[in-house]
């Protein structure tokens, strides 16, 4: 859940992504190619509706998210207690509404290890090695 | 290209009224007619910025024209969701200043306190992109989004954006055609009910009825149009790299002030676009009216009030005279004509001679700035 991609489309042009896919660039009217981008991104900012309209449950939370590579995109939370303009995010698509839930530091950290992962057993293994060594040196001090 | 003068100025009280969106309009077309001392107008504008969804009416333009008892004269009706007025005045001013027409009535007006608030605001919010809707993102869920970035980043406070509300109920309490009269305190303002966070109750104007109207004219009158410009921005705010700040309104003034061959500096009192508090304080700096960063703190030190170095808003703005939609540019337009004619009464800014009017439309997608200059 915490790493996969949302379809996006970008343009030749001027290279900037949109989410979701449009059919032309706001900007140069240029047919837009089908693209992804990662589903992790910042909170630039959000709200929580008190009178949301009809259709929707009050209070109803709401941010605007830049993914990595620049599109942003509206979501839907289950809350924004803790959440501020900077924060790391995640973003899920759940019956075509996407959601972001805030993530934390042991949330990030499995991304990062997920990701070393998938750019080969060698990062992995620099980095499992580099956490031994500091693990040792801090055992080492303490003594 | 043919000067474009304002022979005539005119509009109806602001507020919860019980006329028809017809009889609104035609009361403030006679008062402009009256006042421009002209018996028929040669065509007529009409913004309108959603009567199709809040009264039924269609085919709006022959339908005033008719009502107005002008049939005869060619109507066009405008429409740029809430800065629908400026671009019917645009309208009329492209007519008069290429010689295809010699004068031209501008009138806007909306009708909607009938209607219960939750449908108004779906209604006003269909000008938002449709992707964007499917979240729930009214006006004031974007505006409470703008809101917070604005002030993270800038470091804008909640009691800077409050003072535009209350200077601007203390205008409203001098200008009897404004939708409140009465004033309001800073702490009431910050302890109104949250709408969208950090956005309260008395940050967001109301729900108005009414209607304006000017006439424009190719003869030399009191009142000259120096510069008027449009700006633009996508529909989509996820579109947008810049929350906090709108290039429409950048745009605009860049062509106005390109027009009228002067600068912000000339300029001696405005009418801008409060749809939301923090919008007036957006709005100054994105006009060069002041610098950025700065206008927070100028409103609460009182330069914006009435008596202060620029006053902004003499009329309430849109949070304390209304904002009847189409009828909001127009208003402003009136407005800034009783300023400079000195005809302000209570809130007569004195010695005006430049006056710029600032309308958004929708969440900042179509705006315009325009600028008046007193004959001499």
């Known amino acids: 859940m915490i790493e996969s991609t949302i379809p996006a489309s970008i343009c030749p042009r001027c290279e900037r992504l949109i989410v979701p896919p449009a059919a032309r660039c706001p900007d140069h009217g240029t047919r837009m190619e089908a693209a992804t981008v990662p589903n992790t991104g910042e909170v630039v900012s959000f709200t929580t509706l008190h009178s949301a309209p009809e259709g929707f449950r009050s ?16 979501c839907h939370g289950q809350e924004t207690k803790g959440v501020k303009i900077g924060s790391h995010v995640a973003v899920e698509n759940v019956d075509s509404v996407y959601y ?6 042991a949330d990030r950290a499995r991304m990062f290890w997920r990701r070393a992962g998938a750019r080969g057993e060698k990062v992995a293994s620099i980095s499992k090695s580099l956490v031994q060594g500091l693990f040792k040196g801090r055992s080492s001090g303490q003594s | ?19 028809t969106l017809p009889d609104l309009i035609a009361e403030a077309a006679f008062a402009a007619l009256a006042d421009a001392r002209i018996d028929e107008p040669e065509t007529i504008v009409v913004g309108a910025m ?16 008719t009502h107005l008892g002008f049939s005869r004269a060619p109507a066009l009706r405008v429409e740029t969701a809430t800065s629908s007025g400026l671009a019917a005045f645009y309208a009329g001013f492209a007519a008069v200043a290429s010689g295809l027409a010699r004068t031209v009535l501008v009138v806007g007006g909306e009708k909607m306190s009938h209607l219960a608030t939750p449908r108004v605001s779906e209604i006003i919010g269909r000008s938002i992109d449709p992707h964007e809707r499917r979240y729930g993102t009214t006006m004031p869920a974007l505006a409470g989004l703008i809101t917070r970035a604005a002030m993270h980043r800038h470091g804008l406070t909640l009691r800077e954006i409050s003072q535009v509300a209350v200077k601007n109920h203390a205008n409203a309490a001098r200008n009897p055609y404004a939708h409140f009269q009465e004033p309001v305190t800073l702490e009431a303002v910050m302890e109104s009910r949250i709408v ?4 309260r109750l008395y940050h967001c104007c109301p729900i108005s009825d009414g209607a304006a109207a000017v006439v ?14 449009q700006g633009t921005d996508s529909i989509a705010i996820r579109y947008r790299s810049d929350l906090t700040s709108f290039r429409a309104t950048q745009v605009a003034a860049q062509a106005a002030y390109r027009m009228a061959g002067f600068g912000p500096e000339r300029v001696e009192v405005a009418e801008l676009h409060d749809a939301f508090s923090p919008f007036e304080i957006i709005s100054l700096e994105d006009t060069g009216l002041m610098a950025a960063g700065k206008a927070g703190r100028a409103t609460l030190e009182g330069e914006t009030a009435l008596g202060g170095r620029l006053p902004v808003s003499p009329s309430g703005g849109l949070k304390a005279r209304g904002h009847p939609l189409a009828a909001t540019g127009i208003g402003q337009v009136v407005e800034l004509c009783w300023q400079l004619r000195g005809e302000a009464g209570a809130r007569q800014v004195q010695h005006a001679r430049v006056g710029l009017a600032q309308s958004i439309g929708g969440l900042a997608t179509n705006n315009w700035i325009l600028l008046l200059e007193a004959a001499r």
Do not use: Q
């Open chain 1, 59 to 74: 209070p109803l939370h709401i941010a605007l998210v830049e993914l990595e590579g620049g599109a942003r995109l509206f």
């Open chain 1, 100 to 105: 972001f839930s805030h993530m934390g530091f």
């Open chain 2, 1 to 19: 290209m043919t000067d474009v003068w304002i022979a005539g100025a005119g509009m109806t009280r602001f507020g919860k009224r019980n006329e």
């Open chain 2, 50 to 65: 959603n009567p199709e969804e809040f009264t039924g009416d269609g085919n709006f333009g022959s339908l005033i024209n």
């Open chain 2, 196 to 199: 969208a966070d950090p956005l």
């Open chain 2, 216 to 229: 424009l004219t190719a003869e030399r009158r009191a009142v000259r149009v120096a510069g008027i410009g």
